[in-house]
């Protein structure tokens, strides 16, 4: 059972005698520099900083780096996924260390890779990149943001300006803007240019894409310039794979919510917590036809969702996977779900393949059309990692025997790699007690959907409630569940797990399934949940049935494994850093963000995050995120961080870091 996890970051140059903080567009330098370091390929540049923190594997795996979108961004991996042991899952926050370490070490002096999922100011009028260059270019016709934002392999601004054009007009990013005391109402985005005339695109502005009261964003830099957390899960066989995706898969929105770190778009504060929507508005190519703007006459179907959006559909074997769960308004390609059939593939597989194939390919290399070879999945792939669903099905590819794979896509990226580490080992230990005790989170996808847009919220987590399942025990509970009750009500605050499972009726309401939770109720349980009173949804009605909470579950199955006592306290400290998220007593990324501007001495009441404080801001997240090594450049930049030699776990907790406000109620543990 491999696992591996992708982190994406966003480069800045930041210096103390420049005013601004910029997007460094040297992605392709950089990425040629490490892929030339000799030194690296044989210990890498960074591996001595890293003994203290004990990653044994090191010098044998280095991380791999990848292209992203932006050309500002990169993209990190291990050097070999990670394998079944518990043990592994502590070499994870050490191998995201020694990735930001080596990226800084390829990077210029004042060039820092950081990890929030969006540059505050990208987009803003004036200058945001290093080097900077004049809007507006022909492949994103932005008013906003130059062509040479995103990286220059032709495959890029391809899809950008075919997602353009598909649609017939420029995409439309609109977030809602923040409404704080002193912001002019109903606001207009002041930065919105609606005398362009430059390209036919540019009466977009002109007939209405820019409603008040919304932050107007014109490209899909806008949105697959965001950095994000992702998991890929091997699955021992298909069935174990279509299993994990469905199960997993109304964990999605809960996630997105709970790792919520995107607060700032273009200068200005949203009202939303979360980058998904507006990646999901960055690349939606449908037509107006396919919109339902107009009436069907082109276009096979109306579309109701973007290409990246939440996933559709189930496609487990699971005899508990109900009819009723899965969308009778699913749009499919027939002709394509037959051939599948005809092939022998079983009708719900066949529907989620049929369903990608509703999509158009939005770029293809003229040697792929050469010939078809049937020995490549070139072509299938092509769809498939061009329909960004918060779930993959990734299947072996033709050439290899790398097995079913299934990628967990909603987290956003968070500041620390001990945050990062924290969210990528809580979804594999969820994972794992999925799959061991048979858990069962099946609800209605539509209501997946719904759980979606309400993450969204400004503090989702502790203001709003998800659509979840009442009872995640199989019909017959496993033995392994049985078994670790006990143990982990002992472990739990309240015995959130005491309570006996009652089997499901199978056949019964639908309905009855399920029901509204807080993020504190799904994460650490009903019982816990009203013990902690942060949030601010009634947590635990009493005539509720109890829910255990995916925290006690993951301790149960922690429990019922054998575990040695170093692992699994270091485990703990991630899984207390999830805990307290969800409770509120310690903060999101978002929430922190906020906080930072709000109280920021320039910041003005007036929603507006100026070069000033995106400087300050992201000079804060450098200090925050960086190790050893780029906090030594940092302070040759003139950041504050007396404290930052010393912030390592495990030595003391000693190690507020001067000057950035309010670390203790990010991280808790600095304090
Ligand atoms: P993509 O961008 O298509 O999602 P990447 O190659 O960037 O794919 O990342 C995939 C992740 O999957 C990496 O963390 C990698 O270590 C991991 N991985 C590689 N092989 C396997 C495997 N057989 N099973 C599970 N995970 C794997
Ligand atoms: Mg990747
Ligand atoms: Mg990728
Ligand atoms: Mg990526
Ligand atoms: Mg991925
Ligand atoms: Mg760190």
Redesign the pocket.
């Known amino acids: 059972m ?5 982190v994406e970051y966003l480069v800045v140059t930041y210096s103390k005698d420049d005013p601004r903080v910029l997007l460094s567009l040297r992605q392709a330098d950089i990425l040629k520099a490490l892929a030339n370091d000799e030194s690296l390929s044989i210990d890498g540049g960074c591996v001595p900083d890293l003994q203290h923190v004990g990653n044994p594997h090191a010098k044998k795996q280095l991380p ?1 780096f ?1 292209p992203e979108f932006g050309r500002f961004m990169l ?1 990190a ?2 050097g ?3 394998g079944i042991d518990f043990k592994e899952l502590l070499n994870v926050e050490p191998d995201m260390k020694l990735r930001r370490c080596i990226a800084k070490d390829h990077m210029l002096q004042n060039e820092y890779p950081i990890t929030l999922t969006t540059f505050p100011r990208l987009g803003s009028p004036g200058v945001f990149t290093d080097p900077y260059y004049p809007v507006s270019g022909p492949k994103l016709r932005s008013q906003f943001v130059p062509d040479e934002i995103a990286n220059p392999h032709i495959r890029f601004p391809t899809l950008a300006a075919n997602i353009r054009s598909r649609r017939g007009r420029k995409v439309q990013v609109n977030v809602p803007v923040f409404r704080d005391e002193k912001t002019p109402w109903p606001w207009k985005d002041p930065t919105v240019n609606y005398d362009m005339h430059q390209w036919p695109e540019d009466d977009d502005v002109r007939n209405g894409a820019a409603p008040d009261n919304f932050i107007h964003m014109d490209a899909m830099a806008f949105g697959m310039g965001s950095c994000c957390l ?5 699955a021992k066989n298909i069935t174990e794979g279509r299993q994990m995706y469905d199960q997993l898969s109304p964990l999605g929105p809960v996630m997105l919510a709970l790792t919520a770190a995107t607060p700032i778009y273009k200068g200005f504060l949203a009202d939303t917590d979360v980058r998904w929507n507006q990646i999901s508005k960055a690349v939606d190519d449908r037509t107006p036809e396919e919109l339902g703007e107009k009436p069907l006459k082109n276009d096979r179907w109306r579309i109701p969702k973007s290409r990246y959006a939440s996933n559709s559909t189930y496609i487990s074997t699971d005899p508990r996977l109900r009819p009723e769960y899965l969308d009778p308004n699913l749009v499919i390609d027939q002709e394509i779900k037959q051939q599948l059939l005809d092939g022998g593939m079983d009708d719900r597989l066949a529907t989620h393949f049929a369903h990608l194939f509703i999509r158009d390919p939005i770029v293809i290399f003229n040697e792929d059309l050469q010939e078809l070879d049937l020995s490549k999945t070139d072509h299938f792939e092509n769809i498939q ?1 061009t329909n960004w669903q918060h779930m ?1 099905f ?1 299947p072996p590819p033709a050439d290899n025997s ?2 079913w ?1 299934v ?1 967990f896509r909603p987290m956003e990226i968070q500041i620390t790699d001990f945050e990062n580490a924290a969210f990528a080992v809580f979804i594999v230990l969820i994972t794992r007690a999925i799959l061991s005790f048979g858990l069962n989170f099946y609800i209605p996808i539509v209501k997946v959907d719904e759980n979606m847009e309400t993450a969204h919220a400004r503090d989702a987590v502790l203001d709003r409630k998800f659509w979840f399942r009442r009872n995640p025990f199989p019909v017959r509970p496993s033995r392994a569940v049985q078994g670790s009750r006990p143990a982990s009500g002992a472990s739990t605050p309240n015995g959130g797990v005491s309570r006996p499972p009652t089997p499901p009726t199978p056949t019964g309401p639908v309905e009855d399934e399920y029901r509204l939770m807080s993020v504190n109720e799904v994460i650490n349980g009903t019982a816990y949940a009203r013990s902690s009173s942060t949030t601010t949804v009634g947590d635990g009605d009493e005539d509720e049935e109890e829910f255990p909470g995916l925290i006690p579950l993951v301790e149960s199955y922690l429990d019922s494994v054998n575990v040695d006592v170093v692992t699994r306290c270091e485990l703990a400290t991630y899984l207390d850093l999830i805990r307290k998220r969800a409770s509120g007593e310690l903060w999101t990324t978002a929430k922190w963000i906020r906080h930072f501007v709000a109280t920021h001495p320039k910041y003005e009441r007036d929603s507006v995050v100026t070069e000033e404080i995106t400087k300050d801001l992201v000079g804060a997240v450098i200090i925050i995120g960086g190790d050893d090594a780029s906090q030594q450049g940092v302070e040759d930049n003139g950041i504050k961080d007396e404290n930052s030699n010393k912030k390592r776990k495990g030595d003391g907790g000693h190690s507020v870091l001067e000057g950035v406000p309010d670390l203790g109620r990010l991280l808790g543990r600095f304090i």
């Not at 992702?230 to 091997?234: E, S, V």
């Open positions: 491999l696992w591996g996890d992708e791999v990848h993209e991996t291990p070999k996924p990670w992702q998991i890929t899960f091997q990692s993959r990734k790398i097995g794979r990628e």
